[in-house]
């Protein structure tokens, strides 16, 4: 089907898109140089908070954030296409399609929960190349974050700094991996069945144990008192 074809055609465009050429692209169609729409800034040299003026903020971060999104967008898009492909042949649709439930609503919320895990994977595995992404990026924009911060570290020798922004990224990578660990059970009811099942299969075994025990222990008596 077309919408497929240009899903494709799309993530493939976005994946092999660089994000430095791109944030040079953007630059000269939305920044404020002649030429442009001047829509956005091209270089900030004052960060203004997002407390003080939401609006200038996110016009502020809209351009390098764009330009670091799209490739990685694109690679989640091909995992969800190749995973709801994947959905889409399992026989619970088919039947669920027989038994009358339109095909959108079956999409909707059984097809698209079971393909968005793999990209859920994805997007935590994501997070540790952001890092070393966000340092092309920031030096087109000539915004000072933690990939401009790392350079400067490295350049300087500043050992003390580097190790922080490691133990920084590293604590985020992890926090961001058990969030996506969690949410596992919330997105797919089969891990919540399957969890459901192995605690009452233990809760049954330690419950056996317990009454084997008492019988152990009521035998023993038993042949004590007869003794």
């Keep these: 089907r077309w919408p497929d074809q240009v899903i494709r055609v799309v993530s493939i465009l976005c994946l092999a898109t660089p994000s430095f050429w791109l944030a040079l692209l953007l630059i000269q169609w939305f920044g404020d140089i002649p030429g442009a729409t001047g829509t956005f800034p091209s270089v900030v040299t004052t ?10 903020y996110v016009r502020q971060i809209c ?28 026989d619970y649709v088919r039947t669920a399609i027989g038994a009358g439930i339109p095909r959108r609503v ?6 698209l929960r079971n393909a968005i895990l793999p990209a859920l994977t994805m997007a935590g595995l994501t997070f540790g190349e952001l890092v070393g992404g966000s340092v092309v990026t920031e030096a087109v924009f000539a ?3 933690i990939g401009a911060l790392t350079v400067d570290a490295v350049a ?28 596992y059970p919330v ?32 035998r023993a008596d038993e042949k004590k008192a007869q003794a």
Excluded: C, Y
């Design 187 to 218: 997105l797919d009811v089969r891990l919540r069945d399957r969890d459901k099942g192995s605690a009452t299969s233990v809760a049954t075994s330690h419950a056996t144990h317990h009454v084997g025990v008492q019988h152990a222990a009521r």
């Design 106 to 111: 079956v999409i909707a919320r059984n097809v």
């Design 156 to 183: 300087n020798r500043d050992t003390s700094v580097l190790l922080a922004i490691v133990v920084l990224a590293a604590a985020i990578f992890v926090l961001i991996n058990l969030v996506v660990d969690l949410l």
């Design 143 to 145: 915004r000072h974050g």
């Design 63 to 90: 351009l390098p954030a764009l330009a670091i999104a799209v490739p990685n967008t694109g690679t989640l898009t091909r995992v969800v296409r190749t995973a709801m492909v994947e959905e889409l042949d399992r």
């Design 47 to 56: 960060w203004v908070p997002f407390s003080q003026d939401p609006a200038a």
